[in-house]
Every structure is written in C-alpha cells, then in structure tokens.
C-alpha cells in the first residue's frame, strides 16, 4: 500500500525518512502551499502534487495526515471520503464531534483511522509494558505524569498557536503521557481537573517575532486527576507555567514496587524499577526494540494490519480516549465536577519488533 503525505512541514523529513527506511512507498507530498510539497519532494525524490491530485491517486491507500491541529480533522474527512485510510499527528481532531464523524466516515467505508503518538510501541514504553504485564510491581495502585515546562515562546519561530484554543499543554503535549498510560494501564473510567490560565499574556522570545505579544486564549496550568478502569488513580500535570522541576515524566507505583518510565516523546529509555524489598532504584535493560526516533511505526502497523485483517496499534479508537479524556479534564475545571467517560477502548496489543 502506497503512502501519500499532506503537510509538508517541520516534522515531515522524519516520517520521510523512516517510511525509506522500514522499505515504505511514498508516492506522492501535497501541502496547502505548492512550495512546501516541492521543498519536501525535491529533498525525499518525492513527487509533490495538490491535495486532491493526491486524494485521486489510486496507488495511494494511505494519506499520513501531519497538517497542522486546526486541519486534521477535515483533511482525514477528505482522505477517507476519497476512499483511502488516514493516519494524523496528534491530536485526532479539536472537538469529539469532528473525530467521532470521522470515525463513523471511516467504519461505513471499512477503512482504517490510526493517530500519533506512536512512541509507546518504542522499546522503552513497551518494556515498561512487558514489566507491568509480568508483575513485577505488582498491582498498579497509582501513577503520576508531569510535562512541565514555560511554553514553547522562546525558541519557536510562530509560537502563536500553542496558546489559542485546541493547543496549550495539554493538548499539545498530553497526548504523548496519556497514550503511554493507557497503554500501560487501560482506559480510563472518570477524570476530574482544574485548568487555569496563569498569564494572560505572553512575549515571544524568538526570532522573527521577538517583542510581541501573545494574548492567551487557553488554560496553560492544566491539572487532572485520572481513574483507570482497573483501579489505578494517576495525577497528571501539563503546564507552560513552570520554569523548573525535579519531578519525573512518568512513574507507577505498584503494590510491590515502583517504575520510573521514560518520557513518552521519545523511544528508548531509561527506565529504572525499586522493589519493595529493595533500597535502591535500579536500571532496567531495554527490550529489543526501536530506540531511535521511529515516528512512522503507527502508519507501518496499520498497513500491516490491513494485510493480516486484525486491529492497529495506534488506533483512533485509542486517539479518541484520549481526545475525551483531554477534554473531561478541562470540562471538569469548567464545570467543578467528576465527569465519566463516554469513551473507552482496547488496550492496543503488546508490541513486538
Ligand atoms: N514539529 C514537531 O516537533 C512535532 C512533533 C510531533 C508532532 N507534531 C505534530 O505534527 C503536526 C504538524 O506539525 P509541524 O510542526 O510539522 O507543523 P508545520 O506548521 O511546520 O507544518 C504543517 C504543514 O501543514 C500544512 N497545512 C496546513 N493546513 C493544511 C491543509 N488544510 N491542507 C494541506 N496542508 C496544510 C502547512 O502549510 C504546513 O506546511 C501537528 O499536528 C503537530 O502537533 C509536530
């Protein structure tokens, strides 16, 4: 099955790149603007066409969607009306209404829907997978996941966006812990949260905007409280609020000992266990596996997938779960409230390669 890229941007040479190493076919780039897809196509020997030239090319069964956020939900609504599969960078789509009608677009027409991150099927989230599967701490009783940082206007050279509706931290950035705590962990039965906006305005400190002003459109301190279905309650902090932490990315704590876990937006390690009979942390040996940057595994699975007719790891039910979950968080602050979950799904099976 051919690929076809729409978004030729900053994080498109990666996908570029792995497609060409995992032995992948892209056979056409499109981008809202022409000279980005040529910029992109002349680098990766690509031929760069519009977006529905792309949608209208019959070697294509795959549009990897990696527009920006605001675009992700109508492109994939497009691919999949043009009959092809769609995978999209995070998030899914801004609103539960856009994802679930691409859902049921994609479920009437028997194609696939599959979602970054991909990053758990790295051999770091997936030996922490393998030591929880096994016990080794035992019963998962609780876990914290923190993304602390003071916002990306320093060094991004249009770092608008991030502060207006459908971005900010949590969504921004939330997608990479929560997929790795529901792939650890399971769904998630109920959330609660308080979301705030800390500074109603940023400065941009970055070339070529430097000096202006950013009026802050969406809560930047987002705090939310997380009931797994199996009985695990997680904390989990995303903030552009914080200049400095000592807290760690991602931790479960166990009946019988504690996991320390890499962070979620990268591949490898390190992990580290401390069993409750020990006085110490201890470094744990990755699983063979992707270490690397291996964005692009989500899209390969699904491929694979469609050829042996079983479920995609990176799916957009899970994508979904997460969407809802992101906004229960912030609907919860709203609202001073708990809020159950409409949405569930399958934990994606283990990951071995
Ligand atoms: N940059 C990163 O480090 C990074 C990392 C992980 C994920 N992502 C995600 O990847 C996506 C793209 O990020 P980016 O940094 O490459 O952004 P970018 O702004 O550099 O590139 C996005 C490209 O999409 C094009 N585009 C926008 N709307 C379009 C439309 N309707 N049709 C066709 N093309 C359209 C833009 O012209 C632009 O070239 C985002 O969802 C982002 O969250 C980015």
Not at 29 to 48: H, I, L, Q
Not at 70 to 88: E, F, I, P, T
Not at 191 to 210: D, H, L, N, Y
Not at 246 to 257: A, D, F, M, T
């Amino acid at each position: 099955m051919n690929i076809g890229i729409i978004g030729c941007g900053n994080i498109s040479p990666i996908y570029f790149k792995n497609f060409a190493r995992f032995g992948l076919k892209v056979a056409a780039c499109a981008d809202v603007f022409m000279s980005a897809a040529e910029k992109r196509g002349a680098e990766y020997n690509v031929p760069a066409v519009t977006v529905d030239q792309l949608l209208a090319d019959p070697s294509i069964g795959l549009v990897l969607n990696i527009t920006v956020p605001a675009a992700h939900g109508d492109v994939a609504l497009q691919a999949l009306s043009a009959g092809k599969h769609v995978y999209n960078e995070k998030p899914l789509a801004l609103t539960r209404d856009q994802a679930k009608q691409m859902l049921a677009l994609a479920t009437s027409k028997n194609l696939r829907v599959g979602c970054a991150p991909d990053t758990f099927l790295g051999a770091g989230l997936q030996t922490c997978r393998r030591l929880i599967d096994e016990g080794a701490i035992g019963r998962p009783v609780a876990a914290t996941a923190f993304m602390l940082g003071h916002g990306p206007e320093g060094w991004h050279p249009n770092p608008e966006f991030f502060y207006k509706i459908g971005a900010g931290p949590m969504f921004d950035m939330g997608p990479y812990y929560l997929t790795a705590l529901v792939n650890l962990l399971g769904p998630v039965k109920r959330v609660t949260g308080s979301a705030q906006i800390s500074f109603a305005e940023r400065t941009i400190g970055s070339e070529p905007k430097k000096g202006q002003k950013i009026v802050v459109e969406t809560p930047t301190h987002v705090v939310g409280v997380l009931d797994f279905a199996q009985g695990t309650v997680a904390t989990l902090i995303t903030s552009f609020d914080i200049w400095g932490h000592n807290l760690p990315r991602i931790e479960i704590y166990g009946s019988e000992g504690s996991l320390s876990c890499p962070d979620p937006n990268t591949f490898g390690g390190p992990i580290q266990i401390r069993k409750w009979n020990e006085k110490n942390w201890e470094d744990v040996p990755l699983d063979p596996g992707h270490i690397v940057d291996s964005r692009g595994l989500g899209p390969r699975d699904l491929i694979q997938a469609v050829a042996d007719n079983r479920a995609h790891r990176a799916s957009g039910a899970l994508a979904y779960h997460v969407l809802d979950l992101m906004h229960a968080v912030h609907d919860a602050s709203r609202e001073g409230r708990h809020i159950t979950l409409e949405s569930t799904c399958d934990r994606p099976a283990k990951f071995t390669d």
